[in-house]
């Protein structure tokens, strides 16, 4: 049956009539349009007419009912760790921060190994150490002069004068050891002033060595000798040799 056979049946109802027998089925037949209450085929592909619009939204539902509560005392159980995921890419590089404040001091290391001995430099050393080889006696207040130097470096001692010279400032010992046979007194003198004396009074026919040593403070070109007074039994011979030394201690 087609639309327009159903709008025309509708157009032409009669007064009711007793109800029919039912009658036999019917060969099947194409159903005129989807939204007729009979109709549940789609749309026939013969029919070319574009499907009405979408209808309203409905109204909004009611409220759900609360969910169960956690029963007191008890904690949300936490899900388990998912794996991890992938390693990204390293971001850029961020600015200088401020430099921080000094950190406190380390501890103190351990000690290090004992250096070699360190030397001076040859224009920084000064020593010598001479002799007096001879029986005759020196003149007395003036200076002893030894005649063989056993060490003299750079030359600061004078044989001829018997002084030594001073070219580096600083702290210097000198000692003798003198052999005598008779009474003697021996003087230290820097510049003509006495730094140290010592005397041994001896019987005649007597030999004994005396000794003196002196630490003194010396300037450049101060000078320093041995001399005696009127008690100059110093002596010089093989077995009985008097020895006048002298050394930098350390400049300054």
């Known amino acids: 049956m087609c639309l327009t056979s159903l709008v025309h049946i509708c157009r032409h109802v009669g007064a009711p009539s007793h ?9 099947s037949a194409h159903r ?34 609360p969910g169960i509560p956690v029963a007191r005392g ?24 401020n430099k921080g404040s000094p950190g406190p001091p380390g501890v ?13 430099k040859t224009e920084q050393q000064s020593a010598f150490s001479v002799t007096r080889r001879t029986m005759a006696k020196p003149s007395p207040n003036a200076p002893i002069v030894f ?4 060490t003299n470096l750079n030359g600061h001692f004078n044989i001829k004068t018997g002084k030594f010279l001073c070219r580096i400032p ?20 820097r510049d003509g002033d006495i ?11 007597t030999y004994q060595v005396s000794s003196g040593g002196v630490a003194i403070y010396l300037k450049k070109n101060q000078e320093v000798w041995l001399e005696t007074n009127d008690y100059n039994g110093i002596i010089g011979v093989e077995g009985k040799q008097s020895v006048f030394s002298g050394f930098l201690l350390y400049p300054h």
């Open 19 to 27: 109800l029919g027998n039912p009658g036999g089925r019917g060969s």
């Open 32 to 65: 005129c349009h989807r939204n007729l209450p009979f109709s549940r085929d789609p749309w026939p592909a013969w029919d070319s007419r574009p499907p009405g619009r979408d209808g309203r939204d409905g109204e909004k539902g009611e409220k759900g009912e």
């Open 74 to 97: 008890l904690v949300p159980q936490k899900g388990e760790k998912g794996e991890q995921g992938a390693q990204g890419p390293p971001g850029k590089a961020g600015r200088t921060g």
């Open 108 to 120: 103190m290391g351990v000690p290090g190994d004992k250096g070699s001995g360190g030397v001076y």
């Open 147 to 150: 005649s063989h130097a056993i």
């Open 170 to 189: 600083g702290s210097y010992y000198f000692v003798y050891h003198a052999s005598s046979d008779d009474s003697l007194c021996m003087s230290l003198m």
């Open 195 to 205: 730094m140290a004396s010592f005397c041994d009074h001896l019987n005649a026919n």
